[in-house]
């Protein structure tokens, strides 16, 4: 598949002088160093990241790490020091003032960590805003923003201000807002960051079964590994300002590339993240204890096998025999490579 | 032997300094010692500050202080001419809105005056108790006296409010959008705040003359248009970053920017900035009384240079009024606007 989205080594280098610090920074000077020498701020190195149509591309680190910087190179509201922005292959460097705002207007949506609203417009007036910055006729405009509001939840809503709902509801709004602009791309950043964790995880749903339905590319900006391992197709891991790790989320779990990346997975529950069609091996056998699906995850196997190590179950999808499953392969997947004791004692 | 006559001595400079001497005016130290009988030169400290007098007497090539004034006089009159010719026709209507405003204020009968003015209270503060004490004033005003100075002193007030608005939102708006600009205007924006308001009649009555309303209109307007521009640039700084950026990602032009995100969240602050402009205003209403300013401020005036003392405290007291109902009305505009978003 061809990427929707393309980043081609792309540096951003804050300081009046940032173009001057890219070579230094190819030639593998650090953060530390940059900025001890030159008083120049390293925020991002290198990136290189393809993000398909139709899938959901998470981009995870730390606070610093450049994740939010990254994902505002997208549109440009920063400016890239090096490097390329290819969408649908073309180059977003290259664009006007006028193309840009065409673009951001046409081709991609932003829904913000702290909403980011209008207070002084309604929620309906607020969900217009895409359409009406293009200028769109207003009966139109008017009903597809009351129809991705009640597609959130907001039916009823529409004559409140902002102030008047909660986070998780005016973040819906942001949402909708997204949604009416009716682009091909969606950007996400942080975007349930702020919410309460049941508020979180319901808006997690929605995210997904909005996504099945409409197929958009979303790039998703987050720290919580919790989140990224629920909505990622592809995970991309940043590090100071680095890509440490990209691939299928399931992939980074088994095999993390580094250790500031083991660090990230031990302390999650990997009997909820991990599925079945991770660990499954070939069938070399013709007896099994029972049969199970590919996208079931090793906490449902668990309950099912009842907790005896001994079973063997069969994976099965559509009638298809994919794999078998042995159930101690599925405990040794359950341990992270380092265990937290050896952590401690290495710092 | 004056003082530092041989510095210059010692410098070789005895010749040119004593070329074409004359004997200039004499410097106010001069002429105080000579009136008190005695000589300047022999009786002054032993080394004086080396001041443009004091080295005027060394040396006759060095200008006196007077001079310095005397030339800021002579370079104001000199380019007078040029900045009347330029300053007279745009200054105009200025004339023509402020007699305008004073004709309709004396011209209109209190019965209806009043009314209307009691409705624009309300359609601005949605609020019948401001109204009701508006209502209250204008009847106290009209009881004692003093309703056509009174409305001389609202009619003057509102043309100077109003374009200070006209003019300070733009700039203000300006510079919020430029450091540069913010630099270059904050520094005018204190000198006319801080300057004493006489200080600068003193060029307006060189440029204009004193029978003209724009003199004290531009005296007002100058004074009263600083805190409308500094409100509006610190509104639209203050705006929701996060909220720009929002702006910013769905692709909003410039111009869409300030009208629709910009502007109305700065309008809480914008509208605090009018509030004072329009307290400053009514201040400087009793100051431009002195260029012929019609309304309370004459009677105040008459109260201090004839010691009318009830006529002086009862037009103070007017003031007083005029600028709780004004600050009253504004006050409750912004209540509103601040309401209107569902805070």
């Given at each position: ?37 030159h ?168 995210l ?39 691939g ?26 991990l ?63 380092v ?9 | ?6 510095f ?59 001079d ?34 004073l004709?309709v ?16 209270s ?17 009847v ?11 409305m ?10 109003g ?28 000198l ?86 329009i ?8 100051i ?36 709780v109902?004004l600050?009253?009305?504004s ?13």
């Open positions: 598949m061809s990427a929707k989205v393309a980043i081609r080594n792309l540096y951003k280098i804050f300081g009046p002088r940032g173009a001057e610090m890219v070579p230094l920074v190819e030639n593998g000077m650090d953060k530390a160093t940059l900025l001890d020498r008083g120049h701020v390293l925020g991002l190195r290198d990136i290189n990241v393809d993000m398909a149509a139709g899938e959901i591309t998470v981009i995870m680190g730390l606070s610093g790490s450049g994740k939010s910087t990254l994902i505002r190179h997208l549109n440009r509201l920063i400016e890239p020091t090096a490097g390329e922005i290819l969408i649908d292959g073309q180059d977003v460097m290259r664009l006007g003032p006028a193309e840009l705002r065409a673009m951001r207007q046409k081709r991609m949506s932003m829904v913000f960590q702290k909403f980011a609203l209008l207070p002084h417009r309604t929620v309906q007036q607020n969900a217009e805003m895409p359409l009406s910055v293009q200028g769109h006729d207003p009966a139109r405009t008017t009903e597809d923003a009351k129809r991705w509001l009640a597609r959130v939840g907001l039916a009823g809503n529409e004559q409140q201000y902002p102030a008047q709902l909660s986070g998780g509801m005016q973040q819906r709004v942001g949402i909708a807002r997204a949604l009416t602009a009716n682009t091909d791309i969606m950007l996400m950043d942080e975007a349930f960051s702020a919410l309460d964790p049941l508020i979180r995880s319901d808006m997690q749903d929605l997904l079964e909005l996504q099945k339905e409409l197929q958009k590319t979303i790039v998703f900006i987050t720290h919580d590994l919790d989140e990224a391992l629920k909505l990622a197709d592809h995970l991309v891991i940043l590090k100071d300002g680095a890509v440490v790790q990209q299928e989320p399931q992939g980074i779990l088994l095999a993390p590339a580094d250790p500031y990346i083991e660090d990230f997975v031990s302390d999650i529950n990997r009997a909820r993240v599925r079945v069609r991770s660990i499954m091996e070939p069938v070399d056998r013709d007896t099994f204890d029972g049969d199970v699906s590919p996208d079931s995850n090793l906490e449902r196997l668990i309950a099912q096998s009842d907790g005896d190590t001994n079973h063997v179950y069969r994976v099965v999808e559509d009638g298809a025999v994919l794999g078998q499953v042995n159930m101690q392969t599925l405990v040794k997947a359950l341990v992270p490579r265990r937290s004791t050896d952590r401690t004692a290495a710092r | 032997m004056a003082a530092y006559e041989s210059f001595d010692a410098l070789g400079l005895r010749d040119w300094c004593d070329a074409d001497k004359t004997d200039g005016p004499m410097s106010m130290a001069q002429l105080l010692a000579q009136t008190q009988g005695g000589d300047a030169g022999a009786e002054g400290p032993v080394l004086p500050f080396p001041s443009l007098d004091v080295l005027h007497e060394a040396c006759h090539r060095i200008g006196q202080t007077r310095v004034t005397e030339g800021l006089e002579r370079g104001f009159l000199d380019i007078r001419p040029e900045l009347k010719l330029v300053l007279d026709p745009i200054t105009q209507p200025l004339s023509w809105m402020l007699d305008g405003a004709w204020a004396e011209g209109t009968p209190w019965w209806i005056m009043i009314p209307a003015l009691l409705l624009l309300y359609l601005v503060s949605r609020s019948k108790a401001v109204t009701a004490f508006v209502a209250a004033v204008l106290f005003f009209a009881v004692i006296d003093h309703y056509d100075v009174a001389q002193t609202l009619a003057i007030v509102f043309v100077c409010t374009l200070s608005v006209l003019f300070g939102v733009p700039i203000g708006i300006g510079m919020s959008k430029s450091n540069t600009a913010q630099r270059l205007i904050v520094p005018i924006l204190d006319l705040q801080t300057l004493p308001t006489f200080v600068y009649l003193i060029p307006l009555i060189f440029l204009f003359s004193v029978t003209e309303s724009k003199l004290y209109g531009i005296a007002i307007i100058l004074y009263a248009i600083v805190p409308v521009i500094r409100l509006t640039d610190l509104g639209i700084r203050l705006v929701d970053k996060d909220v720009v950026e929002a702006a910013n990602a769905f692709g909003m032009n410039a111009w869409q920017k300030l009208s629709r995100v910009e502007l109305p969240l700065a309008l809480p602050n914008i509208m605090a900035g009018v509030n004072q402009t307290m400053m205003s009514l201040a400087m209403v009793v431009a009384s002195l260029v012929s300013a019609p309304g309370l401020g004459v009677l105040v005036l008459r109260g201090i240079r004839n010691l009318e003392l009830g006529v002086g405290i009862v037009a103070g007291l007017g003031i007083v009024l005029l600028a109902i600050d009253r009305v006050k409750a505009a912004l209540a509103r606007v601040d309401q209107q978003r569902g805070h």
